[in-house]
């Protein structure tokens, strides 16, 4: 507690020096400047739409990236042969920016929706995939052995000792991927997207509203922060029911 509360003094000491040391002529805002931009953003409706509009392309994309990359994870862990097969094609894909796919993107379907999204899926896919393989070659061979001596269907492996058992990884995955996720989704929406708060940093920029960038910047943080805490409670919650200390 005594750590917590000396972290909340720097912080106020930060943003007091922030105050008193730029005058009203610097390029930079000051800390009022930024809380006058907030309060306008937040009575016109433009940051609450923001957040909203970054917050569902978020969830769209760490659902589908995560989805899918858990169920090949799982395939590519328990069939050995595939995931040599496809190896090579996940190395040589995994190191490629999601960023660096938005051009073709904007070829294929145009500037819009799909980019940013398309942007999450991609960084989300790697993190998750290699934690499903590694999750499910964690698991200790006797038990597969033991259920396909017993004549257990690829179907009941899979449900009662594969999934689980891989579990706890793939939760480390999506917390892992869920930070990169947000982090890739602001650069997205900086690159055409009309919404969200990454539009918002742009948007500040070209109007030269510097306070209305550290706005965007500071609730992309907030958010950020609070993403990364749910997914570390859902993910010490799913090792706790399955019997892990951490």
């Known amino acids: ?16 020096l ?17 809380w006058a931009a907030f309060l306008e953003l937040l009575n016109n409706g433009i940051l609450i739409q923001s957040i909203l509009d970054s917050l569902r392309r978020f969830a769209i ?3 589908i990236g995560g989805g ?16 040599i097969v496809l190896e090579p094609y996940i190395q040589l894909l995994r190191p490629i920016s999601p960023i660096a796919w938005l051009p073709i993107l904007a070829l294929l379907f145009g500037i819009g929706e799909v980019g940013a999204i398309f942007v999450i ?20 061979p006797t038990l597969l052995q033991m259920a396909k001596n017993f ?22 995955g ?5 930070s990169i996720a947000w982090i890739h989704l602001v ?30 910047m500071s609730w992309i943080g907030i958010l950020g922060y609070g993403i990364h805490l749910v997914f570390v409670r859902l993910e010490r919650f799913i090792r706790s029911k399955l019997g892990e200390s951490k």
Not at 73 to 79: D, N, T, V
Not at 166 to 172: L, P, R, V, W
């Open 68 to 83: 899918v990359a858990t169920f090949v994870g799982l395939i590519l862990g328990r069939f050995t042969s595939f995931e």
């Open 151 to 172: 004549g257990a269907s690829e179907w009941l492996i899979f449900k009662s000792i594969i999934l689980p058992g891989a579990f706890a990884h793939i939760a480390s």
């Open 174 to 178: 999506l917390k892992l991927a869920a």
């Open 61 to 63: 994309g760490l659902f």
């Open 187 to 216: 650069a997205g929406e900086m690159l055409g997207i009309q919404s969200g708060l990454g539009y918002l940093i742009i948007d500040g920029r070209n109007t030269l509203r510097m306070d209305i960038v550290v706005v965007a």
């Open 18 to 34: 922030w105050e008193i040391l730029l005058d009203s002529t610097s390029f930079l805002p000051r800390p009022s400047d930024v």
């Open 1 to 16: 507690m005594k750590l917590r509360i000396l972290s909340f003094i720097i912080f106020i000491a930060i943003i007091f």
């Open 121 to 140: 899926i991609y960084a989300v896919f790697f993190p998750v995939l290699l934690l499903s393989i590694a999750g499910v070659r964690a698991i200790n």
